[in-house]
Structure formats: structure tokens, C-alpha cells
């Protein structure tokens, strides 16, 4: 479970979060969606303290982070597995080493990481890879180790930062179907942020909408499926179309 | 081989093992201080991890200072800090400290600059991660950065040598002092080229061995 009470943000004067509250239950797919600047990344940020409040308290997995010492908020970030738009793999070691570095840091037992790492690729599809260095990869490829990498410590949480803001259509939506899959054979809690209204639609429980720095409104909602998500060419002649009809209004 | 060298042989292998010792200690104190002062230097900064505004300016500004003096004013400058920690100001050993003290400013700056372009969101996933600054520094940064500090030691190296040959005002010796002494003064203007000739190869060579080095572990 994650909690957020209370939670402020500024930078340089400028509130970014506003005094906000969210309760996020074990075994969801949160959304986080609104406009550019509407502070959803930041809320995210505040979950694993990647961004320290300024006011509020953080809670996650029953552990007030915001009380924790510096030596307990790494042990705690390390149940909280986090990926990025733009994966932020070391670019210098294999897709093997990439895994292997989140067990390193968690002291995983030696004799054991090799399975791990191994089992990890395979739930995201990557098993024939482990060899290749992030350069020789495509940006779902690279994703797809981002999320092995997160997994690797059986991290009760997963924060996704705009995880498919950088990919294709149809790549987003076997991204999407990872993260999924995550949620349900691994019961992992997934909180996503994204400005795609498609990739709220098709996977998460409940959405929140963010507006200028406040919680907007808090929605249940029917999670459609990543089938839904339009991979055909069609798709794109359709939304050039429409942008067509735009400019000529 | 020319009748120049045979006569000279002795003393030019002579010099060339001071310059060895004298660059062989710079690359010495570069990789043992100037590496961590360069870590630290960019580890203080405004929005990184140990962010430390006193620490990062002592540093910085120690680092310019040491870097704006000309190189033959430090040595001169030195001397009494060199007796002090040797016994004496003279000699190819007395020689190491002033040399040892550029190197840590100019590869300290190296370092710096080349972390600064490890991207920052390869630090956020480390933070994310729940590395301490210790992994963040061992088993990101510098992994990331290892052909940039590859070629900034080179760099270094190279430099290193050209400063070596100004030690002869402190007898240390070396390549550089040689070709002063017996080749300009005692206007043998060929055992002046010689010498120079030898310098070229030896920076050929660490410039080669750097960039080959540096290509191979850079899988960027």
C-alpha cells in the first residue's frame, strides 16, 4: 500500500505538488495522468523520495519513508522498483550485468543470482539477449531489461515513469502487457504516469487526474485491455486523418 | 646507430629512467588523489548526491590555483614544502612533489568533466535502486565514465611528461634537462633532436595505447 498525506513540492518558489493526498491499495494499477507541468512525474518521484517533500508524509509498504534514516531508505528502495521514459540502463555492461547490478546492491545470496537473473529476463521475454550491450538493443528491448532489472529484488511496488512515452504504438502495448502480467502472476502494485490517455485506459484499476500541482479527481475504472490498443497501420492513417480534419476547422 | 648516441648512451638511458620515475609517480598520485578529488569535486556539486557547497569551493578553487601558477614559478614555489616533506629540494625523488601536486589538479579536473557527462538519469535508477554513494561512484559512474578517464589519463600523462622536463632547475633530471644541457648548451643541435625525436615516440605511443584502450571498454 502507498500513502500519500499531506504531500508539498516546490522548486525554486514554485509549487509544483500541493498539498496533496493519495491512498493507493496493494494490487493496483494506479494511473497518474494530466497535462505537461500538471506535476504527475513529480508525484511519482515522491513515492520513493527520488524527490524529498517538503511538507507530508510518505508511507509505502507500511514504512513511513519520510521517517527513515538514509541507511533504511535504501533498504526500503530497494522493495520499490522504479523504470524510466528513457530506461536509464548502463549503457557500459551487458543486459545480464544491467540485472545483476539491482542484486549486487541487495547483497542477493551469489550462488543464486544466476537463476535469478535468468528467470527475470525470461518473464520479460529477453532470455536469448543477455549477451548484448544496451547499444544493439531497440527501445523495447531496453525497457524490457529495465523492468528485469526492477524485478529482480521482488519488489512489492513498481513505479513507472512515462514508461512507454519514448516507443511505438505496438511496442508500448507489449510493454503494457509485461507490466500486466507483473500485476497479476507477481501481484506487484504498479503506479504509471503517463500524458497517453490509451495506456491508462488499457491497464489500471483507478486513475488519478492531476491538474496544476492538485489532485484533480480519483476515478475507478474498468481496465479495457491492452488488446485495445490499435497496432495496425491503420491506426496511424487514422490519426493523421484526424489531425487533417483539425486543421481544416 | 649515430657516433652521438653511442658517446651519450649511458646518460641517455639514465635520463630517460628519471623521467620514467618522475612521470611514473604523476601517474601515481593522479590515479590515487586526483581520481577521488575529481570524484569529490563532482560529487559536491549543487543537485548531486553529497551536494557540498564548502567542500566543492575549497576544492575547486585549490585546484585553480595550483593550475593558474606556471608550471616552473610552482616548483620554485615548493621548495620549502618539498624540504620539508623529503629533506631536500634537489634531486629526481624532490622532483616528485611539485610534479605529483599538478597531477592531482589537472587530472582531478579530467575526472570531473568527464563524469559530468554521465547522464543523470543513470544516477536517478541508482538512487532508485537504493544505492549508497560508494555503489553510486563504483559501480555506475565510474563504469559508465571508464573511457573517459581512460583518454583524460592520457591526456594527463602526456602533459606530465612535457612538465617532467622542466625539473632540471631542481636537478631532477630527465629526457628534457638532457637535451638541455648537452644539446642546447653545448650546441650539439643534433643530440638536442635526438632527444626530441624520443618524445615523440613515447607520446605517439601513450596516445595510441589510451585511445585503443579507451575504444574497447567504451560500449556506448
Not at chain 1, 35 to 57: C, F, I, Y
Request: charged content about 20%.
Amino acid at each position: 500500500m502507498i500513502k500519500l498525506v499531506n504531500v508539498s513540492k516546490s522548486f525554486s518558489q514554485f509549487k509544483v505538488i500541493k498539498s496533496v493526498s493519495l491512498t493507493i491499495d496493494k494490487g493496483e494499477v494506479h494511473g497518474i495522468i494530466g497535462a505537461s507541468g500538471a506535476g504527475k512525474s513529480t508525484l511519482l518521484r515522491l513515492v520513493n523520495l527520488l524527490e524529498l517533500p517538503d511538507q507530508g508524509e510518505v508511507e509505502v509498504n507500511g514504512q513511513k519513508l519520510t521517517n527513515l534514516s538514509s541507511k533504511e531508505l535504501r533498504r526500503a528502495r530497494k522493495s520499490i522498483g522504479m523504470i524510466f521514459q528513457h530506461f536509464n540502463l548502463l549503457a557500459n555492461k551487458t543486459v545480464y550485468e544491467n540485472v545483476a547490478v539491482s542484486l549486487e546492491l541487495a547483497n542477493y545470496p551469489k550462488k543464486e543470482r544466476r537463476d535469478r537473473i535468468i528467470e527475470c529476463l525470461q518473464f520479460v521475454g529477453l532470455k536469448d539477449l543477455i549477451k548484448q550491450y544496451p547499444a544493439q538493443l531497440s527501445g523495447g528491448q531496453k525497457q524490457r531489461v529495465a523492468i528485469a532489472r526492477a524485478l529482480a529484488n521482488n519488489p512489492q511496488v513498481l513505479l513507472c515513469d512515462e514508461p512507454t512515452s519514448s516507443l511505438d504504438p505496438n511496442i508500448s502495448a507489449e510493454i503494457l502487457g509485461v507490466l500486466e502480467n507483473i500485476n497479476k502472476v507477481l501481484g506487484v502494485t504498479i503506479v504509471i504516469v503517463s500524458h497517453e490517455m490509451e495506456v491508462i485506459k488499457s491497464i489500471c484499476n483507478r486513475v488519478t487526474v492531476m491538474a496544476n500541482g492538485e489532485i484533480y479527481d480519483t476515478v475507478s475504472t474498468e481496465p479495457i485491455g491492452i488488446h485495445h490498443i490499435d497496432k495496425s497501420p491503420s491506426y496511424f492513417v487514422e490519426q493523421l486523418a484526424k489531425a487533417g480534419e483539425m486543421d481544416d476547422a | 646507430m649515430p657516433d652521438i648516441l653511442v658517446q651519450y648512451e649511458a646518460e641517455i638511458w639514465l635520463s630517460i629512467g628519471e623521467t620514467f620515475i618522475m612521470v611514473g609517480a604523476s601517474i601515481g598520485a593522479a590515479i590515487l588523489l586526483g581520481l577521488p578529488v575529481g570524484t569529490l569535486l563532482f560529487l559536491c556539486r549543487k543537485g548531486e548526491v553529497i551536494e557540498n557547497r564548502l567542500v566543492f569551493t575549497v576544492l575547486n578553487l585549490l585546484v585553480n590555483i595550483i593550475r593558474s601558477f606556471p608550471f616552473l614559478l610552482l616548483v620554485v614555489f615548493l621548495i620549502p614544502f618539498t624540504r620539508l616533506i623529503i629533506g631536500t629540494a634537489i634531486g629526481t625523488t624532490a622532483a616528485i612533489v611539485p610534479l605529483s601536486i599538478i597531477a592531482i589538479a589537472h587530472y582531478s579536473r579530467l575526472v570531473e568533466q568527464s563524469l559530468l557527462d554521465v547522464p543523470k538519469g543513470v544516477m536517478e535508477a541508482a538512487i532508485s535502486m537504493g544505492a549508497s554513494v560508494k555503489e553510486i561512484v563504483f559501480k555506475f559512474l565510474y563504469v559508465e565514465t571508464r573511457s573517459g578517464l581512460v583518454l583524460g589519463l592520457t591526456t594527463s600523462i602526456i602533459s606530465f611528461i612535457s612538465y617532467s622536463t622542466i625539473m632540471g632547475v631542481v636537478g631532477g633530471g630527465g629526457i628534457g634537462d638532457f637535451a638541455i644541457r648537452y644539446g642546447y648548451q653545448q650546441f650539439k643541435t643534433d643530440l638536442m633532436i635526438y632527444m626530441i625525436i624520443i618524445m615523440i615516440i613515447l607520446v605517439q605511443l601513450i596516445q595510441f595505447t589510451g585511445t585503443t584502450i579507451a575504444r574497447i571498454i567504451d560500449k556506448r
